[in-house]
T-cell receptor
Framework: GQSLEQPSEVTAVEGAIVQINCTYQ??????LSWYQQHDGGAPTFLSY????GLEETGRFSSFLSRSDSYGYLLLQELQMKDSASYFC?????????FGQGTELSVKP | NAGVMQNPRHLVRRRGQEARLRCSPM?????VYWYRQLPEEGLKFMVY????????ESGMPKERFSAEFPKEGPSILRIQQVVRGDSAAYFC????????????FGPGTRLTVT
């Protein structure tokens, strides 16, 4: 089966940088994505890594290392509105496998 | 450009009743996915459908649950004889193509079974 591990909670200060780590176990997958969810609302897509390395999208960057079964999401210049749940997600032929989520709290 | 629409947003059912959840994908999207989320947990894949076809139903419970995406109209997730354990948020997502890592989610239907 597939499983993903990520910290349950992270707290950071406005303007800081935070990294949310994700380790996974799977027999095969296409890529690793990150989704954001505010207050139980619709999850929204943030970033995707099909290949090893860093992908940058504005203040957000995501990294994947297939050999280490590891990835992370990096959020820079944190804003209060970044307080939300962040999910690392494996994509397997259309099916998304979600981690348990990391609750990020941004403090002033 | 309207996003993914789900209705109802909130649904209360007594044990033993049927629940029908509807999902209209984004315009131009022909792939629909259903997920279930319990409080403080991640989303769990249930089923992946194309028009008139079930592509992957590996996450669907074997009994009481069914899904369809007819040629015309919204996708329907149907839960028969609901039990308290079915209480959850049910999210629908859509994508324009197959095997898409970027799925567009609706606001969800909160099902409460009393």
């Amino acid at each position: 089966g597939q499983s993903l591990e990520q910290p349950s909670e992270v707290t950071a200060v406005e303007g800081a940088i935070v990294q949310i780590n994700c380790t996974y176990q799977t027999s095969g997958f296409y890529g690793l994505s990150w989704y954001q969810q505010h207050d139980g609302g619709a999850p929204t897509f943030l970033s995707y890594n099909a290949l090893d390395g860093l992908e940058e999208t504005g203040r957000f960057s995501s990294f994947l290392s297939r050999s280490d079964s590891y990835g992370y999401l990096l959020l820079q210049e944190l804003q209060m509105k970044d307080s939300a749940s962040y999910f690392c997600v494996l994509e397997e032929g259309g099916k998304l496998i979600f981690g348990q989520g990391t609750e990020l709290s941004v403090k002033p | 450009n309207a996003g993914v629409m789900q209705n109802p947003r909130h649904l209360v059912r007594r044990r033993g009743q049927e629940a029908r959840l509807r999902c209209s994908p984004m315009k131009g999207h022909s792939h629909v996915y259903w997920y279930r989320q319990l409080p403080e947990e991640g989303l769990k894949f249930m089923v992946y459908l194309q028009k008139e076809n079930i592509i992957d139903e590996s996450g669907m419970p074997k009994e009481r649950f069914s899904a369809e995406f007819p040629k015309e109209g919204p996708s329907i997730l149907r839960i028969q004889q609901v039990v308290r354990g079915d209480s959850a948020a049910y999210f629908c997502a859509s994508s324009p193509g197959e095997s898409s890592y970027e799925q567009y989610f609706g606001p969800g239907t909160r099902l409460t079974v009393t």
